[in-house]
């Protein structure tokens, strides 16, 4: 069974930094791009990051560009989020998703909050 | 590139039709020939769900209820009789263009 499950979320202060993950598997991790979106509380779906397949290409929505980083371990079927100079807007459930054309499928989310 | 999905809210009568209309302010026929044109739904409580893919290829376990359509800029899901369980938020989204765009999303509801 496909299955991506993220974790590392949790409370920050503004400014803070955190580290997302993603482990995925019951599929070639390789073969695909990857997707991180998110979802602040009471509003739509938000992409923020894919990588292709072999972490040669990025990309990144304005707002998040310059602090945070997207990054694959293909050899540990893993993606990784990290954010820095976090904001009381970036407090959302990250959610790492399978594709970057239409993601297939997505994890189960992991929630963060910034403070101030 | 802009998604601008109509109405925002739909409440509608189980076993009616339902039809979102979503909008992208460029074209979105990519290089590779593919109009990357995806339809999702989200639950409350659960984690977004692919029911359509390139404009009209339904996922494996969709029901054959839910359709989509449309080409260009102009693209449609359609269900043709709404049940209970159809209930939540569904999202277009653009995967041709850098960065990815989701539509604001259309809530369905039952009368």
């Known amino acids: 069974e496909e299955q991506v499950v993220e974790s590392g979320g949790g409370l920050v202060q503004s400014g803070g930094s955190l580290r997302l993950s993603c482990a995925a598997s019951g599929f070639s991790f390789s073969d695909y791009w990857m997707s991180w979106v998110r979802q602040a509380p009471g509003k739509g779906l938000e992409w923020v990051a894919s990588?292709?397949?072999?972490?040669?290409?990025?990309y990144y929505v304005d707002s998040v560009k310059g602090r945070f980083t997207i990054s694959r371990d293909n050899a540990k079927n893993s993606l990784y989020l990290q954010m820095n100079s976090l904001r009381g807007e970036d407090t959302a459930v990250y959610y790492c998703?399978?594709?970057?054309?239409?993601?297939?499928?997505w994890g189960q989310g992991t929630l963060v909050t910034v403070s101030s | 590139v802009v998604m601008t999905q109509s109405p925002l809210s739909l409440p509608v009568t189980l076993g009616q039709p339902a039809s979102i209309s979503c909008r992208s302010s460029q074209g979105l026929l990519h290089s590779d020939g593919n109009t990357y044109l995806t339809w999702f739904q989200k639950r409350p409580g659960q984690s977004p769900r692919r029911l359509v893919w390139?404009?009209?290829n339904r996922d494996s376990g969709v029901p054959d209820r839910f359709s989509g359509s449309g080409s260009g800029t102009d693209f449609t899901l359609k269900i043709s009789r709404v049940e209970a369980e159809d209930v939540g938020v569904y999202y277009c989204m653009q995967g041709t263009h850098w960065p990815r765009t989701f539509g604001q999303g259309t809530k369905v509801e039952i009368k």
């Open positions: 998703a399978k594709g970057a054309f239409g993601p297939e499928f």
């Open positions: 990588i292709k397949v072999d972490g040669s290409e990025k």
């Open positions: 390139e404009v009209s």
